[in-house]
């Protein structure tokens, strides 16, 4: 075998076998296949595509490159969840201690990232004193004692995705769905968990921004769970607009215990509904979606999942009176009010354009080593299809006061808004789910 013969295999148009593409990424990954080859053959997969079994292989392959998280000393079925990203993304927050509050179990890493905002893990690092890198000791002892963890992934999970994305990020490579699938896979079943909800977005603020596309990544990554031998399944949701009020670290940490304690925005509450049933059904606690959904809606209005998630704080080392006491969370020196210079309807949000805002006011990072200022953020105090008068506010800064990335947030937001003369509807949130090979679409 070599991997000229395999590059011009694929580029032909021809499937490569189990063995072949073991070769390829066990070659890439030790140094024995070089950069410039590993490039040809990803581009050569951009243009011909994969196949499932192609697909399930290569994630397979990754998957074996690094550690496989043992959570066998874990009791019950352990139920993940993944979501392709988005603007003001505050689901985990919420569901992990929701669903573990419903009797789901959740063993779960998440991670930091280089996006508008950090990653969950860097959402969670603003509560003083919260641990988000245990021993697998504590970790297996806090899932089994209050059947919710969270925590930052080990550097050992695919490290082979590691390598091949960094390549496909110079190559022009990234958008392919087969190679999209198998990276987001290899992660997810390298951390163990039995069964995996995913969340696949669509509209203007997704990662796949046309409908199909996202159809197509969600039927391909349930397919390579399937051949893993997990239970997966999606849902597709819209991100036209951000998701909720709060983008940042902090304030979304605060957006999640409002929302355990019944006072959540109406888009993220319907979400985490939505995802949370999926979880109990997959794990086998729920028969069906509307009891799932009416265990989770009662646990939100006798606030067990808020408890559940001071249960996790505490644990973690974290300081559990946050839940009582926003002020115990990092504040931000300088709070202002970003007024409206129109009247009309709220009639877009570009989710992106949103999130830029926040990274230019600090809620984000640059680059991998930078810190983020946690007490950074933005709350929205307006949404698609509301009413607004010139003069109100559209949002609040939550700032460090540096009045240079003040005003170029600012510019930055008011252009994500379109304000116009007629009423508009608030953008759709469910597209469907896709259980098995059916896809359900939401009317
Ligand atoms: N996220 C991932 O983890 N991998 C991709 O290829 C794209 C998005
Ligand atoms: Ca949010």
């Known amino acids: ?45 951009y243009f011909n595509g994969m196949s499932v079994r192609e697909c399930c292989d290569l994630t397979m392959a990754m998957v074996e490159s690094g550690d496989v998280i043992d959570l066998s000393q874990i009791n019950g079925f352990k139920v993940d969840k993944h979501s392709t990203g988005g603007v003001g993304d505050t689901t985990t927050l919420v569901l992990a201690p929701l669903v573990a509050a419903s009797g789901g179990i959740v063993a779960k890493m998440t991670g930091r990232e280089l996006g ?49 994305y960094a390549l496909r990020n110079v190559t022009a490579t990234v958008d392919s769905i087969p190679l999209i699938a198998s990276s987001i896979m290899s992660k997810k079943l390298a951390a163990g968990a039995d069964g995996i909800v995913l969340d696949v977005k669509t509209g203007a603020g997704a990662f796949m921004p046309k409908y199909e596309d996202a159809v197509e990544l969600a039927k391909t ?34 957006e999640a215990i409002d929302t355990l304690g019944g ?54 080392g974290g300081n559990p009176e946050v839940i009582e006491n926003s002020d115990l969370l990092p ?12 009247s009309g309807y709220v009639e877009k949000i570009n989710a992106l354009e949103v999130g830029m805002a926040s990274r230019i006011l600090g809620a984000g990072r640059k680059t991998k080593s930078e810190p983020i ?24 800064f939550y700032s460090d006061g540096d009045r240079q990335k003040i005003a170029a ?15 508009v509807e608030p953008p759709k949130l469910f597209y469907a789910r896709v259980i098995g090979d059916n896809i359900e679409e939401f009317s």
Do not use: W
């Not at 990554?221 to 849902?235: F, P, Q, T």
């Not at 504040?331 to 009010?337: A, G, H, R, V, W």
């Open 373 to 396: 200022d946690p007490s950074i953020g933005i709350l929205l105090k307006q949404k698609v299809g509301e009413r607004v008068h010139k003069g109100e506010p559209l949002a609040v």
């Open 1 to 45: 075998m070599n991997a000229y013969e395999l590059i011009k295999k694929k580029r032909d148009g021809s499937e490569l076998s189990e063995a072949e593409i073991n070769y390829l990424v066990g070659g890439f990954v030790n140094g024995q296949i070089p950069d410039y080859q590993m490039a040809a053959f990803l581009m050569a997969v």
């Open 331 to 342: 504040q931000p020196k300088l709070k202002i009010e970003i007024i409206s210079e129109a």
């Open 221 to 254: 990554m349930v397919n390579i769970g399937e051949c893993a031998g997990k239970k997966v399944v999606a849902l597709i949701t819209g991100m036209e607009q951000p998701l909720g009020n709060a983008i940042g670290n902090a304030i979304e940490v605060q």
């Open 116 to 164: 508008h905002t950090g990653g969950t893990v860097d959402k969670l690092a603003s509560i003083p004193g919260m641990n988000l890198e245990l021993t697998k000791e504590e970790f297996i002892r806090i899932v089994n004692t209050v059947h919710v963890s969270l925590i930052a992934p080990t550097s050992r999970l695919a490290p082979a995705d590691k390598h091949i």
């Open 263 to 316: 006072k959540g925005p109406r888009d993220l509450v319907d979400l985490v509904l939505e995802l949370g049933s999926m979880m109990l059904v997959i794990s086998g606690i729920a028969s069906s979606g509307s009891t799932a959904r009416k265990k989770l809606e009662t646990h939100i209005a006798e606030k067990k999942g808020l408890k559940k998630l001071a249960e996790l704080i505490k644990a973690q």
């Open 409 to 423: 947030a600012t510019s930055k937001f008011l252009s994500a808004y379109t304000i116009g003369d007629q009423p």
